[in-house]
């Protein structure tokens, strides 16, 4: 088992024809994932080459709608790389067309477009994941997102991550020790977004196949003190965690839109002592990270 | 991006908030004249000198006199403050310089509110915040006495509605000892309403007006005006450039921010060039916990290309304080090749003068570890980031 995504995982990509869109489709493919549709306005009827994890050519229609891209082609998942202004648009075609998980890729969208997109998914059973996030992977299975496959291996930890590079790096160590992965989901790092940290580890908490879990939390906002929180009160198996940000300076925006103390709030320091106190292996170094993991078992 | 206090005032006049008379001064030699102007057009002897810089704070640091002696006096204060550098506890010890100032009329106070807008990650909605405890460290207040600060979060299907304009307003008691409290509540009301739609439309990320005062008339002024805009909207925004004050920015993340790097200067002498903006603050980390100092956070991006990464290397080779440089590279969908080729085209161009570890990983990590052995640079290779923050503290402490 695995969460979020398997094989039966069916995606349209909306800015299949962008660059990024473009490449990562392919990516996609290659890895196995069941590229079934691309969505970019005025280029439907288009074939958008690609090939499968055998070299084999993979012909992906290309449609002018999300909705008629999942009437024609059954699609249940979408992933997104339309640029910035378009995006929170593109994420409600999505919902309206039916897609029942969401995958947001895009950076820098206007925060107060994605107030708009949080309320639009209020009472709708479809989850939003990202934006600004690297996607979600169950190794072997299904690759939705921009995160290299090569490093990934099928197993029974998962893996929840507000970056993108830091859970490569945890992923390259889980694999160095031989410690495989059930599904590795980057909830992205931007203030206002679809999953949170607590919606992933209830998935995990109740994925039969994960056995363990990494959580990796960075400055900014209180959203690892309330996954905290929910673990010391709910989690049946063993977190390990990194806060990224120890050392950074109050008042400046780290990368991440999300990624800045304020007011004297969203510290390492803090979030780290939260984690603890709920029974959290936090790892002292990034170097440390699978290491950490392991310990627990 | 921030905006000055003047700038904020004018945007609040176009959305109907009422502001104090004011004029903007750039030139020491102005000061005197547009004190006059002020002075003839509202009747009012005292006019407030104020320094316009992008910190708070302001007002206890000295960059705040009220004057009561007229145009002469107004230019007597401005010389404290022109040319010099402010320090407030928002801008660090070596302070910001005063290049701009705001001549004002003076008003009498009766009381001073506290209205701020800003983006609630938890509800995620805007979460309006008003209190009584107006001209305070809001942050204080928040802290010693939380029960002060009312909040509303505004919907964004309608907008904040006029009832919850209204919910603050009378739990603020507004209109107590007005002349005309209905009046008066009726203007926190509105300008209430008028700062929501400014911060959605002009694409906020905080809206603050401390204080927002009482005249002993009733009448309800925004005496501070504190504007943060939301950068991943100004595709949108082509009247920000304007609005941009190149001197309240740190001219390398500046010139970081065209291209297209994320990049944020510290106080220590490593410089480091990372991949991703979690993985970059772990660079950080790492680097401090074996004893080092980061000279700054450099996120490349995901997908930088040999351009920005040339770019970004000349940035810390250019910078005096550098004493050693950590390059960390965790390659998914930036490649290994193109990272290795910035650098030899960046040093090709400036030289090497310092150590310089390298940690590659992942994507065509194979043929960048060739470039950079055929570049002849004098590299060492770490094997992963612990080795890699090892080997450049041990380096810069020869």
Known sequence: ???????????????????????????????????????????????????GPKGEAVGVPVFDTVAEAVKKTDANTSLIFVPSLGAADAVLEALDAGCRLIVCITEH?????????????????????????????????????????????????????????????????????????????????????????????????????TEGVMMIGEIGGSGEEKAAEWIAKNMKKPVAGFIAGRTA?????????????????????????????????VAPTPAEMGKTLQSML | MKIHEYQGKALFARYGIAVPKGIPVFRLDDVAGAAEKLIEETKIPVVV?????????????????????GPAAAKAAAEKMFGKPLVTHQTGPTGQTVRRLYIEQGLDIKRELYLALVVDRDSRRIAVMASTEGGMDIE?????????????????????????????????????????????????????????????????????????IVTSRGDLVALDAKIIFDDNAAPRHREWAELLDQDEEDPVELEAQAAGLSYVSLDGNIG???????????????????????????????????????????????????????????????????IASGIVAATAELGLKVPLVVRLEGTNVELGKKILAESGLAIQAAENMADGAQKVVAAIAK
């Open chain 1, 1 to 51: 088992m695995s969460i979020l995504v398997d094989s039966g995982t069916r995606v349209v990509v909306q800015g299949i024809t962008g660059g990024a869109g473009s490449f990562h489709a392919r990516q996609c493919a290659a890895y196995g994932t069941q590229i079934v549709a691309g969505c970019t306005p005025f280029r439907g009827g288009e074939v958008f080459e690609a090939k």
């Open chain 1, 109 to 209: 969208i206007p925060v107060t477009d994605m107030i708009r997109v949080r309320r639009a998914l209020l009472g709708r059973s479809a989850t939003l994941l990202g934006p600004n996030c690297p996607g979600v992977i169950t190794p072997g299975k299904c690759k939705l997102g921009i995160m290299p496959g090569h490093i990934h291996k099928p197993g029974k930890y998962g893996v929840v991550s507000r970056s993108g590079t830091l859970t490569y790096e945890a992923v390259g160590q889980l694999t160095a020790l031989g410690m495989g992965q059930s599904t590795c989901v980057g909830i992205g790092g931007d203030p206002v977004a679809g999953m949170d940290f607590i919606d992933v580890l209830k998935l995990f908490n109740d994925d039969p196949e």
């Open chain 1, 249 to 281: 300076p109050p008042g400046k925006r780290m990368g991440h839109a999300g990624a800045i103390i304020s007011g004297g709030k969203g510290t390492a320091k803090e979030k780290i002592a939260a984690m603890e106190a709920a029974g959290i292996r």
């Open chain 2, 49 to 69: 000198v104020k320094a316009q810089i992008h910190a708070g704070g302001r007002g206890k640091a000295g960059g705040v006199t009220v004057v009561k002696g």
């Open chain 2, 140 to 212: 204080e207040v928040a802290d010693k006495t939380p029960e002060k600060i009312i909040t509303e979060y505004v919907d964004p299907l309608h907008g904040l509605s006029a009832f919850q304009a209204r919910k603050l307003a009378f739990a603020l008691r507004v209109g107590e000892g007005s002349p005309d409290p209905k009046a008066t509540t009726n203007q926190f009301v509105s300008i209430v309403s008028a700062l929501a739609r400014l911060f959605d439309k002009e694409d906020c990320s905080m809206c603050e007006i401390n204080p927002l």
């Open chain 2, 272 to 338: 480091c060039l990372v991949n991703g903006a979690g993985l970059a603050m772990a660079t950080m980390d790492i680097i401090g916990h074996y004893g080092g100092s980061p000279a700054n956070f450099l996120d490349v991006g995901g997908s930088a290309t040999q351009e920005q990464v040339t770019q970004a290397f000349r940035m810390i080779l250019s910078s005096p304080k550098v004493k050693g440089i950590f390059v960390n590279i965790f390659a998914g969908i930036a490649k290994c090749d193109v």
